[in-house]
């Protein structure tokens, strides 16, 4: 009997994915380009699942139901052309490719292009949920035609993580829609973590708790508006000890975060679309700053931070949590609309409150939230600002965060993405920008011209003229 489809690439996703897929009944056929991986994963982890291991890559084709399908779950970049390369000698037109790794959606386009010609479908997927999503229901982004969509999509909502309002996968839209969809996704990610990282910053070192102390908030927090993944495994973190040590696991860490690139991507397509994302560039940004930990600690000692310990009243603690609140709204609200715009400007077809909604369960930005965000987003909205009872929420809010800013910059604690959060709101509620002051430069250096207030037209004068 040939397999309903096949996966090739058995780093742990791709294991995960093959062992969801045979368990919800379907024979996969895999392949790996280490044989090793494959002889292991076969021997190790499949147990009375349907999965055939190929070592060829012509007998894995053919192993195939007709129009065959494939799942890369291959390393991003070349290694994905690598592949589709080999495979397309045994490839049929109607024949579908689903890339399911971090591409970077320029290169979907590309691929997507490229294999149209040939009449190969394809489709560019988002896969958000790590390890424990993959195996146990993730969160699926996949772009392409729609035509491709339709060949698997009984297999995609049956392997989706679910929640009360359906299976989390959704065709997201055209070409590479998925992937910068998943793309924005880990920007939005970077963002809360970095968030989030920032009030523990406030925690320890102006409230001087213990992890033991800040894992109870956490955990407190997460059962009221602020419930989500990211929270949720922050107190889980922050409880764990140290076998070794005995201390707090988070203690023995080095403090120097590592990135893969999609969150720079992110602020980099969001430049090019002229959209703001503060607060995703900044948590990328922070990162960076992360390490150069050796210049962190000669300047440490040149320049004394002046911290005084503050008791932590309840007050506070709801300041830090409502500012929280803040930024992941934020951190949303820049998503959304860099999402919006490029589905504007590729011809994607995004539709925004499906997007959330198979952002509510699988993925690693999961989150109570997400339910308020859907009430309001749309096309014209899609910023998540324009309405009142989005303004009451974030008004009841902003004091909070204002005596958390204030609390940092009196304890010289860096807060980025909290910052940009207050200035990206700030900023958008101003209708009095200073940027004629900017026009005005830009046209005395440069007659770059100006737009005036009292009339159409565009301007430039002569500056020095009569000086
Ligand atoms: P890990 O997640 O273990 O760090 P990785 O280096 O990101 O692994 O690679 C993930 C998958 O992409 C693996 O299945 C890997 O195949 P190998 O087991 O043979 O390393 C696959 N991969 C990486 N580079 C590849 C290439 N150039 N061609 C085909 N497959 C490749």
Same mark, same amino acid.
């Given at each position: 009997?040939?397999?309903?489809?096949?996966?090739?690439g058995?780093?742990?996703?791709g &294991?995960n +994915?093959? /062992?969801?897929?045979?368990?919800k009944?379907y024979?996969?056929?895999?392949?790996?380009?280490?044989?090793?991986? $494959?002889?292991?994963?076969?021997?190790?982890?499949?147990?009375?699942?349907?999965i055939? %291991?190929?070592y060829? @890559?012509?007998d894995?084709?053919?192993?195939l139901e007709?129009?065959?399908?494939?799942? =890369? !779950?291959?390393?991003?970049?070349?290694?994905?052309?690598?592949t589709?390369?080999q495979?397309?000698?045994?490839?049929?037109?109607?024949?579908l490719? @689903?890339?399911?790794?971090?591409?970077h959606?320029?290169?979907?386009?590309?691929?997507?292009?490229?294999?149209?010609?040939?009449?190969?479908?394809?489709l560019?997927?988002?896969v #958000?949920?790590?390890?424990?999503?993959?195996?146990?229901?993730?969160?699926?982004? %996949?772009?392409?035609?729609?035509?491709a969509?339709?060949?698997v999509?009984?297999?995609?909502?049956?392997?989706?993580?679910k929640t009360?309002?359906g299976?989390?996968? $959704?065709y997201?839209? *055209?070409?590479?829609?998925?992937h910068?969809?998943?793309?924005?996704h880990?920007?939005?990610e970077?963002a809360? !973590?970095q968030?989030?990282?920032?009030v523990?910053?406030?925690?320890r070192?102006? /409230?001087?708790?213990s992890?033991?102390?800040?894992?109870s908030?956490?955990?407190?927090?997460?059962?009221?508006?602020?419930?989500?993944?990211?929270?949720?495994?922050t107190?889980?973190? =922050?409880?764990?000890?140290?076998?070794e040590?005995?201390?707090?696991?988070?203690?023995v860490i080095?403090?120097k975060?590592? &990135?893969?690139? $999609?969150?720079?991507? $992110?602020?980099q397509?969001a430049l090019?679309?002229?959209?703001?994302?503060p607060?995703?560039n /900044?948590?990328?940004?922070?990162?960076?700053?992360?390490?150069?930990k050796?210049?962190?600690?000669r300047?440490?000692?040149?320049?004394?931070?002046?911290?005084s310990a503050? &008791?932590?009243? *309840?007050e506070f603690?709801?300041?830090?949590?409502?500012?929280?609140?803040?930024?992941?709204f934020m951190?949303f609200?820049?998503? !959304?609309? =860099?999402?919006?715009?490029?589905?504007?400007?590729?011809?994607?077809?995004?539709? +925004?409150?499906?997007v959330?909604?198979?952002?509510?369960?699988?993925?690693?930005?999961?989150?109570? +939230? @997400?339910?308020t965000?859907?009430?309001?987003?749309?096309?014209?909205?899609?910023?998540?600002?324009?309405?009142?009872e989005?303004?009451?929420?974030?008004?009841?809010?902003?004091d909070?965060?204002?005596?958390i800013l204030?609390?940092?910059?009196?304890?010289e604690?860096?807060? %980025?993405?909290?910052?940009s959060?207050?200035?990206?709101?700030m #900023?958008l509620?101003?209708e009095?920008? %200073?940027a004629n002051l900017i026009?005005?430069q830009r046209?005395?250096?440069?007659?770059h011209?100006?737009?005036?207030?009292?009339?159409?037209?565009v301007f430039?004068?002569?500056w *020095?003229e009569g000086e």
């Open positions: 009997m040939k397999s309903s489809i096949g996966l090739i058995l780093a742990v996703m &294991q +994915l093959a /062992l969801n897929i045979a368990r009944g024979k996969v056929s895999v392949f790996n380009r280490t044989a090793q991986k $494959t002889e292991e994963f076969v021997k190790n982890r499949v147990k009375g699942e349907e055939e %291991p190929h060829d @890559i012509k894995f084709v053919e192993s007709r129009p065959r399908k494939i799942i =890369l !779950m291959v390393k991003a970049g070349k290694p994905v052309d690598d589709i390369s495979l397309l000698p045994y490839l049929e037109p109607g024949d490719i @689903i890339d399911g790794g971090n591409s959606y320029m290169d979907t386009e590309r691929r997507f292009k490229e294999l149209s010609e040939k009449g190969i479908l394809f560019g997927m988002g #958000s949920g790590g390890e424990y999503g993959a195996l146990y229901g993730p969160s699926l982004m %996949p772009g392409g035609s729609r035509e969509y339709n060949l999509e009984e297999i995609l909502l049956k392997i989706a993580a009360e309002e299976p989390c996968c $959704t997201v839209g *055209e070409r590479s829609a998925g910068f969809v998943k793309m924005v880990n920007g939005i970077y809360i !973590m968030a989030i990282a920032e523990y910053h406030i925690m070192d102006v /409230l001087s708790l992890s033991e102390e800040m894992s908030i956490f955990e407190e927090w997460n059962r009221g508006e602020l419930s989500s993944f990211l929270v949720e495994i107190y889980k973190i =922050l409880r764990k000890k140290d076998e040590t005995g201390k707090p696991m988070v203690d080095l403090d975060a590592e &990135q893969k690139g $999609t969150g720079k991507w $992110t602020s397509a090019d679309l002229g959209i703001p994302t607060s995703i /900044l948590a990328v940004v922070e990162r960076v700053i992360s390490h150069f050796d210049i962190r600690t300047l440490s000692k040149l320049y004394n931070k002046r911290r503050t &008791q932590g009243s *309840e603690l709801r300041d830090l949590r409502n500012s929280l609140f803040f930024a992941m951190a609200s820049q998503g !959304m609309w =860099l999402i919006a715009e490029a589905s504007k400007e590729f011809g994607y077809g995004v539709n +925004l409150s499906e959330l909604r198979i952002w509510k369960g699988g993925c690693i930005i999961r989150a109570k +939230l @997400i339910d965000l859907r009430r309001y987003i749309s096309n014209e909205n899609a910023y998540l600002l324009e309405n009142e989005v303004m009451n929420l974030l008004k009841g809010k902003i909070s965060l204002k005596n204030k609390a940092s910059i009196e304890n604690i860096p807060v %980025p993405v909290l910052n959060s207050y200035n990206y709101f #900023s509620t101003e009095r920008l %200073p026009q005005a046209d005395f250096f440069g007659a011209t100006f737009e005036r207030v009292d009339r159409e037209g430039h004068i002569n *020095e």
